[in-house]
Nanobody, 115 residues
Framework: QVQLVESGGGLVQPGGSLRLSCVASGSGFSFVAMGWYRQAPGKQRELVAT???????NYADSVKGRFAISSDNAKNTVYLQMNSLKPEDTAVYYCKGDGMYTSYWGQGTQVTVSS
């Protein structure tokens, strides 16, 4: 069974930074792509950023230039560096791993941007 575990969330002031990590563990599952999604209260879950195994990435327009996604394939780990955080970035951030036929989600980590 594959598990994704996120860490690094917390409370930060506007303009601050956080780095999220997501580690995938399990029976040797190899991801085609990994990514970060977020869900704010009362809103649908939305894509934040994704990265493929070969290193191509995609970002939501709202985070371009502020967030950076990276991965360590050997460790099945994906990171999200979040800079210049805004109150509207407040949400639960979820890690997702996509295999050829199956996707897995983490349990989420809360990010709160507030003064």
């Amino acid at each position: 069974q594959v598990q994704l575990v996120e860490s690094g969330g917390g409370l930060v002031q506007p303009g601050g930074s956080l780095r999220l990590s997501c580690v995938a563990s399990g029976s040797g599952f190899s991801f085609v792509a990994m990514g970060w999604y977020r869900q704010a209260p009362g809103k649908q879950r939305e894509l934040v950023a994704t990265i493929t195994r070969i290193g191509s990435w995609n970002y939501a327009d709202s985070v371009k230039g502020r967030f950076a996604i990276s991965s360590d394939n050997a460790k099945n780990t994906v990171y999200l560096q979040m800079n210049s955080l805004k109150p509207e970035d407040t949400a639960v951030y979820y890690c997702k791993g996509d295999g050829m036929y199956t996707s897995y989600w983490g349990q989420g980590t809360q990010v709160t941007v507030s003064s």
